[in-house]
């Protein structure tokens, strides 16, 4: 730290991304990306688009805000797009959080969330989940904070029904709800469609996962008009070129291309149930994941030594060290032939063990 950086950051413990290794080729389950490319048209519109890039972007974001718009069935000045959900994320912090609105989220969730919490120095409360690592909804009714429930969860996996969302959102009528559906497409049951009801709700979605496009940085957030205009306030206060050229056109291509991301989905989906039973039929228990992950822990590998065994031999997955979960490892799912290996691997790990 120098000695010029400000006081108000010096504690500040900054996210830490999972590992993106260059030394060597891994087989990476460790960031929850998508095993597929991106759309080939999304590769052209950008190809295409970077022969402009001596202009600024639309800053408005129209053409492809119209056209998300259209993906979720809801009007233009319904949706923000932003640089990843992650930034969305952030301006939900920065809008609807102070010292009367606190925020509030689970224990275990989204390591980011209280990151932006302490960046925009707003107090916080997290709230533990049950013991089978579910949200309890009712430890959400009436709470009067600014609530962050990401759903599906992370990196549990699990997910709650819309209709709990919808008790969360009736019995906190005078705060925002912020419901962040990162891994929605691969089994969740969106909030979207509730946003017309409830005007404290903000669902936030992503390109990243997918939609292949976690390089490109693109997610959106979708809400009541006036929630679109606070939160265009804070876009506008910090970076309003926020979508850069090249990203605004590969979003348009690979919405232009749903097809190609309803198969990777459905992919996706059986490579989980595939690695889901393998793993079970060594001797995992696993979370009921709706997501691009499974969640595992086995009672003779620690999460930290499987983690590190893998690694040992090419392939990354994710180890948290908060203890509630130590025993346990995240696992992103790969293509077919990967998962194959990781479970090849496992089988021959715990053989050596014999
Ligand atoms: N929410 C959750 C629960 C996540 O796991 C992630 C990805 N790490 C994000 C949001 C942010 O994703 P992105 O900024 O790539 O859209």
């Given at each position: ?25 891994f ?14 048209k ?63 989220f ?6 980011f ?62 705060t ?5 559906e ?32 976690a ?28 979508i ?36 079970e ?40 060290t ?33």
């Amino acid at each position: 730290m120098s000695r010029f950086f400000s006081g108000k950051f010096s504690s500040l413990v900054p996210y830490t991304p999972g590992e993106q290794p260059k030394d060597r080729q891994f087989i990476k389950l460790n960031t929850n990306e998508s095993p597929f490319p991106p759309s080939e048209k999304a590769r052209e519109a950008a190809a295409e688009a970077a022969e402009q890039l001596q202009l600024y972007p639309d800053p408005e974001c129209r053409r492809l805000t119209e056209a998300v718009a259209n993906m979720l069935g809801v009007r233009p000045d319904e949706v923000l797009l932003t640089n990843g959900s992650d930034e969305i994320l952030n301006f939900a912090f920065m809008a609807y959080c102070d010292s009367t609105h606190p925020a509030v989220f689970p224990d275990i969730t989204y390591g980011f969330y209280p990151v932006f919490a302490k960046i925009n120095t707003v107090p916080y409360e997290e709230i533990p989940l049950r013991e089978d690592f579910t949200i309890g909804v009712r430890d959400y009714l009436s709470l009067d904070k600014t609530i962050f429930i990401a759903n599906p969860n992370a990196p549990t996996g699990i997910t709650l029904s819309r209709a709990d969302i919808e008790k969360i959102l009736k019995s906190n009528p005078d705060t925002v709800v912020v419901v962040d559906e990162a891994y929605v497409d691969f089994g969740g049951e969106s909030c979207v469609p509730l946003i017309r009801k409830y005007d404290n709700l903000l669902v936030t979605q992503t390109f990243s996962k997918s939609r292949s496009m976690a390089g490109a940085r693109l997610g959106f957030g979708v809400g009541n008009r006036a929630l679109i205009q606070d939160l265009n306030t804070i876009k506008y206060s910090t970076n309003p070129y926020n979508i850069n050229a090249m990203t605004m056109a590969a979003g348009l291509g690979t919405l232009s291309d749903p097809d190609y991301t309803a198969a990777n989905c459905r992919t996706v989906i059986e490579n989980r149930e595939y690695t889901t039973r393998a793993l079970e039929n060594l001797g995992f228990t696993l979370t009921d994941s709706r997501t691009n992950f499974v969640f595992a822990t086995h009672p003779a590998f620690p999460g930290d030594s499987l983690y590190k065994k893998l690694r040992a031999r090419g392939i990354l997955i994710r180890h948290f060290t908060h203890p509630k979960i130590a025993d346990y490892n995240r696992i992103t799912i790969g293509s077919r032939a990967e998962m194959e290996v990781l479970v090849k691997t496992i089988t021959e790990l715990m053989e050596e063990r014999k």
